[in-house]
C-alpha cells in the first residue's frame, strides 16, 4: 500500500501560482511513477501532469504546458506541482496518485490522495 496526502490548495487570483505537495508513506516511494489529475464540478477527472519513477521524464496535459511543472524529491517521498500563470478554468479538486508506469490514463494509478481543493478566481 501506498498513502498519499495532498497538501498546498488553496484560494488564488489568476495569474498567481500554487505549489502541490503530494507525501507519500508506505511502499517504496522511488518504484513508482507520480501523476496529478484534476477534476472541477461536473466534470470528469482528467490528466494534469506524470513524472517517472526516477524523475527524468515527465508529461503535462496540453492545458497546463508551460504554465505547470512536476517534480519529486525521492529523498523526501514528496511529489510536487508548480502551477504558474493560474487561470479560473484550473479551479478543480487535484489528486496525485502512485502508478507503476508514467501515464496518462488514470485507471493504471493504483493508489490515491483525497484531493486538495485549488480555487482560482477572476
Known amino acids: 500500500q501506498v498513502q498519499l496526502v495532498e497538501s498546498g490548495g488553496g484560494l488564488v487570483q489568476a495569474g498567481g501560482s500554487l505549489r502541490l505537495s503530494c507525501a507519500a508513506s508506505?511502499?517504496?516511494?522511488?518504484?513508482?511513477?507520480m501523476g496529478w489529475f484534476r477534476q472541477a464540478p461536473g466534470k470528469e477527472r482528467e490528466f494534469v501532469a506524470a513524472?517517472?519513477?526516477?524523475?527524468?521524464?515527465?508529461y503535462y496535459a496540453d492545458s497546463v504546458k508551460g504554465r505547470f511543472t512536476i517534480s519529486r524529491d525521492n529523498a523526501e517521498n514528496t511529489v510536487y506541482l508548480q502551477m504558474n500563470s493560474l487561470k479560473p478554468e484550473d479551479t478543480a479538486v487535484y489528486y496525485c496518485?502512485?502508478?507503476?508506469?508514467?501515464?496518462?490514463?488514470?485507471?493504471?494509478?493504483?493508489?490515491w490522495g483525497q484531493g486538495t481543493q485549488v480555487t482560482v478566481s477572476s
Open positions: 513524472i517517472s519513477w526516477a524523475g527524468p521524464n515527465t
Open positions: 496518485a502512485a502508478s507503476r508506469g508514467a501515464t496518462t490514463a488514470a485507471p493504471a494509478y493504483q493508489y
Open positions: 508506505g511502499r517504496t516511494f522511488s518504484n513508482y511513477a
